[in-house]
């Protein structure tokens, strides 16, 4: 739940997101009042001085606060794009580094001015309006630099606060590879500053009041300030070295742990050493670091069982997948005769050599953009087009049942055999099933074809046979075709025109295709009826 003052910055900053930026600067006139009032401690004056001094000093301050405008209104303007429509990757990325750099930036380009044309004359005027030894002038200096350090600590954090419910917006439309490339005030330098003016504003407010009964002096002013300064750069600052360490310690694990996940490594855990919020913001993120590890896990064990791509997106989009109908090729693969092998064979030798067999068809079909969609026994569905579109799929199918051939020759020599039918056409591919298991899969008259035509190279003698629309998808010239004829295949009704595919030539990295699969091709027709 946000705090009121979250609210109430937030609720401004929808209706003007600039408006806070220019009603912030308004605190300096409240910071430099104060300062008058702890200079009246230390420095006797009437009350006509010291009005006159405050009405001076809030003229000046409006005047810096009329030029601060004027800057931070000129670094607003890529913000400005960005709210006017401008929602480009650049003009995104412009816009969060120019109001995100803006605190920085700004208090980088004022430092300097104020210091010299505003602060330094005043001072000057009050030396003399107020009758101070002329060493007075370096001793208000001095001290008022504590003054002016506060307004500008003030001014950078107010900044950052009202500029927050705009860099979330922002951050919302930054592209997913963006990385921050944009100088920034690291933590211990911000403690580093902010600590000491703290510790030196305090120790001179305390020192005022304790001695404003008994007249102070400006010498007193000097002193206090001074041993302030002592304090602060001393036991002070020896203190908020060691809260350093300690937050820097935490900080750096939570950096490091942090990289090492962005880096894939998701074994990474920061070590809980505090029980404050950065040993819970440790717990979180290490339970943050073991859900990844597990996601990770998942996405392995998934991606065995079912293709890579398949399971990517799965995990990108859900379980269902809504079946739309595409254009794909299907290819049936069989291992000839592993009924007979399967009976002469143990059961652990089966499976042994189904893995094995399995290890290297699947690659090759991976190597050519398609994907095993489903293991049945000793055969194979592949799809080519799905559920990644692929426009050459009939090429592809086609190369990777050549591939297989010449790969399985070459490694089982003749022992395993297989037949190959290869068919393209439209499809549903989808996930269906039910009761809490879906499977992905392709459903059409295509798939049941390819599956036909794989029977049909018992009868043919081919190891891959295709059909005439996987045939007029093919690039021109790519391969040797062999017309089977036409062909009745069992639950057609029309007949099929089957060919028998070769490479025209085998790449420079391969051996070519052994010679019984190649014979016959020369426009030789071979008709057969398979019932």
Same mark, same amino acid.
């Given at each position: 739940?946000?705090?009121?003052?979250?609210?109430?910055?937030?609720?401004?900053?929808?209706?003007?997101?600039?408006?806070?930026?220019?009603?912030?600067?308004?605190?300096?006139?409240?910071?430099?009042?104060?300062?008058?009032?702890?200079?009246?401690?230390?420095?006797?004056?009437?009350?006509?001085?010291?009005?006159?001094?405050?009405?001076?000093?809030?003229?000046?301050?409006?005047?810096?606060?009329?030029?601060?405008?004027?800057?931070?209104?000129?670094?607003?303007?890529?913000?400005?794009?960005?709210?006017?429509?401008?929602?480009?990757?650049?003009?995104?990325?412009?816009?969060?580094?120019?109001?995100?750099?803006?605190?920085?930036?700004?208090?980088?380009?004022?430092?300097?001015?104020?210091?010299?044309?505003?602060?330094?004359?005043?001072?000057?005027?009050?030396?003399?309006?107020?009758?101070?030894?002329?060493?007075?002038?370096?001793?208000?200096?001095?001290?008022?630099?504590?003054?002016?350090?506060?307004?500008?600590?003030?001014?950078?954090?107010?900044?950052?606060?009202?500029?927050?419910?705009?860099?979330?917006?922002?951050?919302?439309?930054?592209?997913?590879?963006?990385?921050?490339?944009?100088?920034?005030?690291?933590?211990?330098?911000?403690?580093? @500053?902010?600590?000491?003016?703290?510790?030196?504003?305090?120790?001179?407010?305390?020192?005022?009041?304790?001695?404003?009964?008994?007249?102070?002096?400006?010498?007193? =002013?000097? @002193?206090?300030?001074?041993?302030?300064?002592?304090?602060?750069?001393? @036991?002070?600052?020896? @203190? =908020?070295?060691?809260?350093?360490?300690?937050?820097?310690?935490?900080?750096?694990? =939570?950096?490091?742990?942090?990289?090492?996940?962005?880096?894939?490594?998701?074994?990474?855990?920061?070590?809980?050493?505090?029980?404050?919020?950065?040993?819970?913001?440790?717990?979180?993120?290490?339970?943050?670091?073991?859900? =990844?590890?597990?996601?990770?896990?998942?996405?392995?064990?998934?991606?065995?069982?079912?293709?890579?791509?398949?399971?990517?997106?799965?995990?990108?989009?859900?379980?269902?997948?809504?079946?739309?109908?595409?254009?794909?090729?299907?290819?049936?693969?069989?291992?000839?005769?592993?009924?007979?092998?399967?009976?002469?064979?143990?059961?652990?030798?089966?499976?042994?050599?189904?893995?094995?067999?399995?290890?290297?068809?699947?690659?090759?079909?991976?190597?050519?953009?398609?994907?095993?969609?489903?293991?049945?026994?000793?055969?194979?569905?592949?799809?080519?087009?799905?559920?990644?579109?692929?426009?050459?799929?009939?090429?592809?199918?086609?190369?990777?049942?050549?591939?297989?051939?010449?790969?399985?020759?070459?490694?089982?020599?003749?022992?395993?055999?297989?037949?190959?039918?290869?068919?393209?056409?439209?499809?549903?591919?989808?996930?269906?099933?039910?009761?809490?298991?879906?499977?992905?899969?392709?459903?059409?008259?295509?798939?049941?074809?390819?599956?036909?035509?794989?029977?049909?190279?018992?009868?043919?003698?081919?190891?891959?046979?295709?059909?005439?629309?996987?045939?007029?998808?093919?690039?021109?010239?790519?391969?040797?075709?062999?017309?089977?004829?036409?062909?009745?295949?069992?639950?057609?009704?029309?007949?099929?025109?089957?060919?028998?595919?070769?490479?025209?030539?085998?790449?420079?990295?391969?051996?070519?295709?052994?010679?019984?699969?190649?014979?016959?091709?020369?426009?030789?027709?071979?008709?057969?009826?398979?019932?």
């Amino acid at each position: 739940m946000r705090d009121p003052l979250d609210r109430a910055v937030r609720a401004i900053a929808r209706r003007n997101s600039y408006a806070l930026i220019w009603a912030q600067f308004g605190f300096a006139h409240l910071i430099v009042l104060g300062g008058m009032g702890l200079l009246s401690l230390y420095e006797p004056m009437s009350s006509k001085q010291f009005w006159v001094l405050v009405a001076i000093s809030q003229a000046i301050v409006s005047v810096d606060n009329v030029i601060s405008i004027r800057l931070t209104r000129r670094m607003w303007r890529p913000v400005r794009a960005w709210e006017r429509g401008h929602r480009d990757p650049a003009t995104v990325i412009a816009a969060w580094t120019a109001l995100a750099t803006l605190p920085l930036v700004y208090t980088r380009q004022v430092r300097k001015y104020p210091f010299v044309f505003l602060y330094l004359p005043f001072m000057a005027f009050t030396t003399l309006y107020l009758h101070i030894e002329w060493y007075g002038f370096f001793v208000l200096v001095a001290a008022g630099t504590v003054v002016l350090a506060c307004s500008l600590i003030v001014r950078y954090f107010t900044i950052e606060v009202v500029s927050r419910p705009v860099l979330e917006r922002l951050a919302e439309d930054l592209p997913a590879d963006f990385q921050i490339d944009a100088p920034g005030l690291p933590l211990r330098v911000r403690l580093l @500053l902010v600590v000491p003016v703290i510790n030196v504003i305090t120790g001179v407010v305390v020192a005022g009041l304790a001695t404003h009964r008994h007249h102070a002096s400006l010498s007193d =002013l000097g @002193l206090a300030w001074l041993i302030a300064v002592g304090v602060s750069l001393t @036991l002070s600052f020896e @203190l =908020l070295l060691l809260m350093m360490r300690s937050l820097g310690a935490a900080l750096r694990d =939570l950096q490091g742990a942090t990289e090492l996940v962005r880096l894939g490594d998701y074994t990474a855990r920061v070590p809980i050493v505090a029980t404050d919020e950065t040993g819970k913001l440790a717990q979180s993120f290490n339970a943050m670091a073991e859900g =990844l590890d597990e996601r990770e896990r998942l996405r392995e064990a998934f991606g065995a069982y079912v293709d890579p791509a398949l399971a990517e997106r799965v995990l990108r989009e859900g379980s269902d997948l809504a079946g739309e109908e595409i254009e794909v090729s299907v290819l049936c693969l069989d291992i000839r005769d592993f009924t007979a092998f399967a009976e002469r064979s143990a059961p652990r030798e089966v499976v042994s050599t189904l893995n094995e067999f399995w290890e290297l068809v699947v690659p090759v079909l991976l190597r050519h953009g398609g994907h095993a969609n489903k293991f049945i026994g000793d055969g194979l569905l592949g799809v080519f087009g799905a559920p990644d579109l692929l426009p050459d799929h009939a090429d592809q199918a086609v190369a990777a049942a050549l591939e297989l051939v010449r790969r399985l020759d070459e490694r089982y020599a003749g022992e395993l055999g297989v037949g190959i039918g290869v068919n393209s056409g439209s499809v549903i591919a989808g996930t269906v099933g039910g009761g809490g298991r879906v499977e992905f899969t392709v459903i059409g008259d295509a798939v049941n074809t390819a599956s036909r035509v794989e029977t049909a190279t018992r009868e043919t003698g081919d190891d891959v046979l295709i059909t005439d629309s996987t045939r007029a998808l093919l690039t021109p010239g790519r391969f040797e075709l062999a017309a089977r004829g036409v062909v009745e295949l069992k639950g057609k009704r029309e007949q099929v025109r089957l060919w028998a595919p070769a490479p025209v030539a085998a790449p420079a990295h391969e051996e070519p295709l052994p010679a019984r699969y190649t014979a016959g091709y020369a426009g030789e027709t071979r008709p057969a009826r398979i019932s």
